[in-house]
């Protein structure tokens, strides 16, 4: 380039931005309020992502812990496995489940259940009993963000490596496991799992708020996983029971998380009835949230912040 | 103008009593007998800008209480309280930017991870801007030379040293007013001193309104030209901590020491009261008025007097005894 060209092409570049900047004096503002709005959210989302990058660092602390857990989960999946094939011997189905069917069901159930856990309820609990809630109280963010973002950053890597494990079972199957990615039928099971995640979380958010009123939640915490288990159909598949089950269970949160989303995928239930059973979904998330905000409220009147 | 305005403030607790033994236990699992205790009792203060005040008093004596309504952690059961023209327990982000809660048996900061981490979390809830942040942060790491453990899990540092980063995490965003629960409980000496200094000086610079709760006597008469005692839930002395030694501090000591073979304790009974006698050494207690002549009395009588040293009866004592008088 010569000395010319260069003092032409910065010439050009300068007028260039002189011409922008006036633009955006002139006709611009509203693109400009717009910019800020943006940066505001973009801070807004910052300490959402900075809790999670913290909690991630601190989930590798633990990384022992985590690939036990994963152990006892596949595990648990193969002796499902075998129990079933026992059970099987000589049929060639059982209430219109094909034993290759039912191997399925297990599998990818357990993949869906996987991403939708959290361990919220004993985090929150404990928080209001050893009155370290105090801490989060007077800081200027909501305690359900604080803590549902920090249940998030913890779980990814947990989840993750159960995924992971999950999906190496599978491959372990690839004879007997049906593969369906039809990509309507991807869509929709990722929509119900990632809403099937936010019912969760709140769910355990408000059985951990009963701790305003009891010293501990541990019994009702097993109870409502024992028939959150049940009534997801991770015992064994709902149709299995007389059909009244299958119809409560559509009008619960908890199947959404393993037997709707599997029934879904061995396309054993229609797209449709799926697309409708994500409203049931939002009906749900909308009245948990509608009732943790009266449960909080209430709780933190009760809440004595003992502990010291 | 006052910061902090509390009138006619009261706190009760609910709890159950229960009867001895596994029958009382079977008893109480049916029906509980309801009790209301009260933390504190109709108290009222205001505190001015810049102040800082000692709060002192025996355990349960609602000190913490107080602390926790004014940070909007607890309602109040009657009366009100306003910070800074707003009422606590509102809990509205506004007034909590502006100011913070230190407990010393309490920790914000995230264990298992380095201190660093947790200011940056509390960097972004409180919306502070990247270069404000850096401000702060060198002053306050700089104040209490912690820059070479900020990288180190909370897990492992010491009590003291995690304090000091538990005041840095909790002066990020530059509070107005500071709400400090026993802050040195549980620390030596040394770690002691390091505290009050840096909140000596921090109040000094920076004007901040500070509330200090605490058994420590050191804190307070280091710390606090003004003191409000708290004793069984209502204010037992709100004043300056100087006018509660005139107030309160009747006696003077006086330790003389003898040379040679020393003396006999009947020797110097009749100077004033004997608190600790050894032939070489003894402590008289006397009127604060009568000190000085009972001191020219010793020094002209036969006796090998070496040194004589008057001091005050001790801040310790005084509190017990006010402490003791609402019992």
């Not at chain 2, 401000?135 to 492992?156: A, P, Q, R, W, Y």
């Not at chain 2, 309104?209 to 606090?224: A, K, Q, V």
Request: glycine share 8%; net charge positive.
């Amino acid at each position: 380039m010569t000395n010319y060209e260069f003092h032409c092409k910065t010439k050009l570049i300068l007028s260039y931005k002189y011409w922008r900047s006036k633009a955006y004096l002139k006709g611009r503002e509203k693109s400009l309020d717009r910019y800020c709005q943006n940066a505001n959210v973009f801070l807004r989302m910052k300490k959402y992502t900075t809790l999670i990058k913290a909690f991630w660092q601190r989930a590798l602390h633990y990384r022992f812990t985590v690939f036990a857990y994963r152990v006892g989960e596949v595990a648990e999946v193969l002796i499902l496995i075998l129990m079933w094939t026992t059970i099987y011997a000589g049929q060639s189905s059982i209430k219109g489940f094909t034993l290759q069917e039912m191997i399925t069901y297990i599998l990818i159930g357990n993949v869906f259940n996987g991403i939708v856990r959290n361990w919220l309820s004993g985090m929150v609990a404990s928080d209001i009993n050893e009155g370290r809630l105090s801490m989060f109280l007077v800081k200027p963010m909501s305690y359900l963000s604080y803590v549902c973002t920090k249940e998030i950053g913890r779980i990814t890597l947990p989840v993750l490596m159960s995924v992971l494990s999950q999906i190496l079972v599978i491959l372990c199957f690839s004879n007997t496991f049906i593969w369906n990615l039809d990509w309507g039928y991807v869509l929709v099971i990722s929509a119900m799992i990632g809403l099937a995640f936010i019912s969760e979380l709140l769910l355990s958010y408000l059985v951990g708020l009963v701790a305003f009123w009891t010293d501990e939640v541990d019994g009702l915490y097993t109870t409502m996983e024992r028939i959150k288990k049940f009534f997801s159909g991770g015992y064994f598949p709902l149709t299995l029971l007389p059909a009244v089950f299958v119809q409560i269970s559509f009008f619960l949160p908890f199947a959404y998380s393993f037997f709707i989303p599997a029934q879904i995928y061995l396309k054993k239930m229609d797209l449709s009835v799926g697309v409708y059973g994500l409203g049931v979904q939002v009906v749900w998330i909308a009245i948990l949230y509608g009732v943790i905000r009266i449960v909080w409220r209430r709780g933190l009147r009760r809440y004595e912040a003992t502990g010291i | 103008m006052s910061i902090i305005e509390v009138k006619n403030l009261s706190k009760n607790y609910e709890y159950y009593r229960k009867e001895k033994g596994i029958k009382g236990s079977l008893k109480s699992f049916f029906y509980r007998e309801k009790l209301l205790a009260s933390a504190i009792k109709d108290i009222s203060f205001s505190i001015g800008e810049g102040e800082l005040v000692g709060f002192l008093g025996p355990n349960g004596a609602g000190k913490t209480t107080t602390l926790k309504i004014l940070s909007g952690i607890l309602y109040p059961s009657a009366g009100e309280a306003t910070v800074l023209g707003f009422t606590p327990s509102r809990r509205e982000a506004t007034y909590q930017k502006q100011f913070s809660l230190v407990m010393g048996q309490k920790n914000q900061l995230i264990s298992n991870l380095p201190a660093m981490e947790s200011f940056i979390i509390n960097k972004e809830i409180y919306g502070i801007s990247d270069s404000e942040f850096k401000k702060t942060l060198d002053e306050l790491v700089g104040l209490f030379n912690i820059g070479s453990f900020l990288d180190i899990s909370v897990k492992k540092l010491s009590l003291g040293q995690r304090m000091k980063c538990e005041l840095v995490a909790a002066l990020l965003h530059k509070p107005k007013v500071f709400f400090l629960d026993e802050p040195t409980i549980g620390l030596d000496v040394v770690a002691q001193k390091n505290i009050r200094d840096f909140l000596k000086t921090y109040n000094e610079e920076k004007k901040t309104t500070i509330i200090l709760t605490s058994h420590y006597m050191e804190d307070i008469r280091e710390l606090c030209q003004r003191v409000i005692i708290i004793n069984l839930g209502v204010i037992a002395y709100d004043g300056r901590l100087d006018d509660l030694i005139k107030q309160y501090v009747r006696h003077k000591l006086l330790t003389v020491t003898f040379s040679g073979k020393g003396i006999l304790r009947r020797d110097i009974e009749k100077f004033g009261e004997i608190e600790d006698f050894s032939a070489n050494s003894c402590t008289i207690k006397t009127s604060r008025s009568d000190a000085k002549s009972v001191a020219v009395a010793l020094l002209s009588s036969s006796l090998p007097v070496d040194d004589i040293t008057i001091g005050e009866e001790s801040l310790d004592d005084v509190i017990r005894h006010i402490f003791g008088e609402g019992r």
